[in-house]
């Protein structure tokens, strides 16, 4: 669930999918331990090995590496993939217990993007307490006193009665509200040194888990675009929206009580972005 430009609250969160991956069923490397090799054969294929993981080691180092191919185009697609670059996650945090001090460049702006989008679609931004240390932390100044009123018009009591919390935003005894996000991978569409604009894909949980929810905790994908601005020395939301996907297939997981979701989320910490 989460507020868009139009600030119409909207739901949605994520599915789980499984990847495989499917070794030789033979072969001199991995066949019959019990055959002997020559010493030869022993070094090429520990060699072998040895480049493969070289290879993928520098492949995942996303330095930026700006060399060409053979027929003078860059070797990097127009829209690279998300890599991660090495940097650390900040580890400052605001009073509100929201990441802050990005880096002043691409991947600082990626890296607020992604952990903005934690925080604007969790379950403190119902809670009337917490929203307003949310509002001022995560926006531009200018923007901060239009959206409070528009996020207290949008989550009124009427709205959190119909997602089964109080007027605080708090869940009856023994349920638990879950509105978790977590970011997929993040794309800079547009830079110019002190704005950016980033997509950020997410995959998410919400709904309330407890014996008698009305409304059983769900998975969603989404896209969320944030229009950052750098101020004060950090970067800033200045407008964001939201759209559905890219979303796979549905595994066929087995589904958990409500009382494993409520644990879940309870033991589990989440993380810090970084690019």
Known sequence: MSLGDDHEPSGGYAGTGQTRTRLPDSGDAFGDPRR??????????????????????FANRGDGDTSSSADGSSGK?????????????VTSKSAAGIPSGFAQDQEGAESAAANYAVVLVSADILKPARRPDIVRQVFDAGKVSELEKNLDQVYSKAFLEKV????????????????????????????????????????????????????????DWFTMTLRLRWTDNDWKVDSFS????????????????????SKAVQEFGGFTYAR
């Open 164 to 219: 089964g919390l109080d007027e605080n935003g708090d869940a009856p005894k023994g349920s638990t509200y879950v509105s978790r996000t977590m970011p997929v991978g993040t794309k800079t569409t547009d830079w110019s040194g002190n704005t950016a604009t980033v997509e950020v894909w997410c995959t998410g949980v919400f709904g309330m888990a407890g014996e008698s929810s009305q409304s059983p905790v769900t998975n």
């Open 77 to 89: 697609p127009e829209t690279s993939a998300t890599a991660p670059s090495g940097q650390r996650p």
């Open 36 to 57: 002997r090799g020559s010493s030869r054969s022993l070094v090429t294929v520990v060699g072998v090995v040895v480049l493969l993981i070289a290879a993928i080691a």
């Open 242 to 261: 939201q759209k559905e996907g890219p979303a796979p297939v549905n595994g066929d997981n087995k589904v958990s009580t409500s009382d494993d979701i």
